[in-house]
């Protein structure tokens, strides 16, 4: 609404206030000087009587008085009394008053005048008496009155009619057209249309309501303009609209394409690759010679860069894609960075590099967060670390950004965490290349370093993802220090109070470690000792058969030594000491078992394989099952063949429709002692599942006919719950490697392909538990 003052008084009110007060004025002034007028008029005419009569009277009077006739005197003063102003005469002689008459009532505005009586006989005049006549001012007082009367109402009709015409002028000229004016300026304030104001003078008025209606004419077609604009605009926002919907259809269909070509050809790729690095994996493990051995190893590590650079291809699209959904689950930050540093462990060992990790003790022990990504990035800095680094040391810090809050879980922590090297560190104006993909400081570097510039590229934008921001600070010669902040929720640390009883059921037990590397065996004692537990080690086996082992809980054997083998070692410690010997482990690289040494491992009756680089958790895991005798030790009686004792009681069904990978799995699989049916589709998967109990079935995902999904779901539904298998889902199609897809589609686990054997067995020994407790509950 429009805003209007409050009105005190109108604009009439105000008229009025000003003329009424100077017509009175005007009119009040002329009166005054008219009625000064006439009465001066009617006074000179008074006196003007006054002496006409005296001056008549006194000579009518001379004769009677000279005289003496008091009659005829008499007459004469009635006769002047005649005269209704005259209110009083005397006429004296020379001895005094003569004569006196008056009207007694009337005494008012007298005006009186005296002459003398002259009597003239013809001789010399002589004077006889004198007159007075007194005349009365009452008459002109009533005749002042009766024009005042007059005047007064002369002035209120006077006053009037002015007040009057100037009110209807007024009114004609400025308050009718503002009136007009006004409830037009309403109405369009109200939203009601814009008519033009009725009215036209030639005046001021007229001027001002002539520019008001010319304003709401403009107004009226800047408004049509600006609505044809609008619609205009519309119309364009719309055609633009369908041509982005169009694009953006395009580049969704371009964007599948290019997934479903990646994940194709990822999976394209890694079934081959599976076959070359399972089969040289296998073929270390046979009996070669030393040019054979050295072949296999490169064709071993080629493969492994292979798989590396296709992972870092398919992450990159990936991350490019947008395609990567970060995990938010509970963290242990020891862990995180335990592992990660393991897997850079001897590279770094092997190049003389010390690694060191330091937790600032005010960083929470669990956070919020996806432990497979963060590990990706501190892998990729710690592999960047390590491998531009010749001598010195790595070291990866984790400590808050600022201080803040005391750390209560459901809060959020900012973490900065960095990776320091004294490497060949990077010039300054090569920084900005970092980042860019398949850039690298240097064209020389990946001649001398391998590598193929993807690693920090994907780093960058796996921290942006989690909302961090990623820095670097380098000099030439002296190091580089990669660090990135981001943050984290507290979490209470998963599994904390299991691993913290698996550690207690540790604390003050001894170990005897036995391994000619010494790195090794350092990185070892430290971990034990860490964990409370007494340790010797020693690096000669035939030093270990003469050591009496019945002080100690447990024995770790490292496989591959000079002079015997952990295998051959083992039987001479059993042979002589017989029951004092405690629960073994053997400790070895995959592979490392060859096949002539299968009948030793298995007469050693280890309690159990340890794979390195020892992962702490499983490390933990496995001795605190050997010490507590949870896991069986001494002479295996089977000959079945197997490295690892609880190798033999799985059922396993391996399903996959490629030749090649079905050759790869049951040939690691037997390497690692585990028998398995092998069958090439869902539907023999069914049959035999049908048939035979089985623990394990390895299910390959994508197959012709039916896929892994389907014949897992199939296989649910055959098989009553409390018996169905432990079913891992074995798949190279890395573009949709999102577990929970798998596990949700009722998977119990998933591995990728090219199999990585560590995990092979582990996920296994998960089936192992799961069968147990199955039993357990089927006891119940
Ligand atoms: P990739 O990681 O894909 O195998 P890469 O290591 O060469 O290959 P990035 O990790 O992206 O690629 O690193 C890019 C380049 O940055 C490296 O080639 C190297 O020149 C330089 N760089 C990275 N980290 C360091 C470091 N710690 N010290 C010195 N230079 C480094
Ligand atoms: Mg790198």
Known sequence: MLAMSKRLFSLRVKFFAVVAPLVLLAIASVFAIVEWIASERALRAMESKLERTLAIQSQVLADPLWNLAREQVELVADAILIDTDVVELMVRDERGLFLSSSRVDEVQGLQSGTVDIVFNDGGEPQVIGSLQVSLSGSRLIAERNERMIIAAVLAGVLLLAVIVAALVANGRTVGRPLARLLSAIQAIDAGGDRKPVDWSSRDEMGDVISAFNKML????????????????????????????????????????????????????????????????????????????????????????????????????????????????????????????????????????????????????????????????????????????????????????????????????????????????????????????????????????????????????????????????????????????????????????????????????????????????????????????????????????????????????????????????LANRMREKWGDKLPPMLLFSSLGQVENEWRDEVERAGFAGTLTKPAKSNHLIDMLSRVISGELETGPQETTTGAANGEALDLQILLVDDNKINRKVGSKILAANGYGADVVASGAEAIEHVQKKSYDVVLMDIEMPEMDGLMATRLIREAIVPKQHPYIIALTANAMASERETYLKSGMDDYLSKPIDVDALLQALQGAKRFRETQAHEALA
């Not at 408004?223 to 044809?228: C, D, H, S």
């Not at 970060?326 to 003389?352: F, H, M, N, W, Y």
């Not at 010494?518 to 086996?541: C, D, F, H």
Request: aromatic share 4%.
């Open 217 to 568: 004419a403009q107004q009226e077609l800047h408004e049509t303009k600006l609505e044809a604009a609008r619609l205009e605009l519309e119309d364009r926002v719309e055609q633009r609209t369908a041509e982005l919907k169009l694009a953006r259809e395009a580049a969704e269909a371009a964007n599948e394409a290019k997934s479903s070509f990646l994940a194709t050809m990822s999976h394209e790729i890694r079934t081959p690759l599976n076959g070359i690095i399972g089969m040289s994996n296998l073929l270390q493990g046979t009996k070669l010679n030393t040019e054979q051995r050295d072949y296999s190893a490169t064709i071993s590590a080629a493969a492994d860069t292979l798989l590396t650079i296709i992972n870092d291809i398919l992450d990159f699209s990936k991350v490019e894609a947008g395609a990567i959904e970060l995990e938010a689950r509970p963290i242990d930050v020891a862990e995180l960075v335990e592992s990660s540093l393991d897997l850079v462990t001897s590279k770094a060992a092997s190049q003389g590099i010390e690694l060191a990790n330091r937790i600032s003790p005010d960083v929470p022990a669990g956070i919020i967060g996806d432990a497979t990504r963060i590990k990706q990035v501190l892998m990729n800095l710690l592999n960047n670390a390590v491998k531009f680094t010749e001598h010195g040391e790595v070291v990866l810090t984790i400590e808050r950004a600022k201080s803040g809050n005391n750390g209560r879980i459901g809060e959020g922590v900012p973490l900065r965490i960095s990776v320091r090297d004294t490497g060949i560190g990077i010039p300054a104006d090569r920084m900005d290349r970092l980042f860019k993909s398949f850039s690298q400081v240097d064209a020389s570097t990946t001649r001398k370093y391998g590598g193929t510039g993807l690693g920090l590229a994907i780093t960058k934008r796996l921290v942006e993802l989690m909302g961090g921001e990623i820095n670097v600070e380098s000099e030439v010669g002296v190091g580089t220090e990669f660090s990135f902040t981001a943050d984290f929720e507290i979490a209470p640390v998963p599994d904390r109070e299991a691993k913290e009883q698996r550690l207690a059921a540790l604390k003050d037990t001894s170990i005897l470690v036995v391994d000619d590397n010494r790195t090794n065996r350092v990185i070892l004692e430290e971990k034990l000792r860490q964990w409370g537990m007494y340790v010797a080690s020693l690096g000669a086996p035939a030093e270990a058969v003469g050591t009496d082992p019945s002080n100690f809980d447990a024995i770790i054997l490292d496989f591959k030594m000079p002079e015997m083998n952990g295998a051959e």
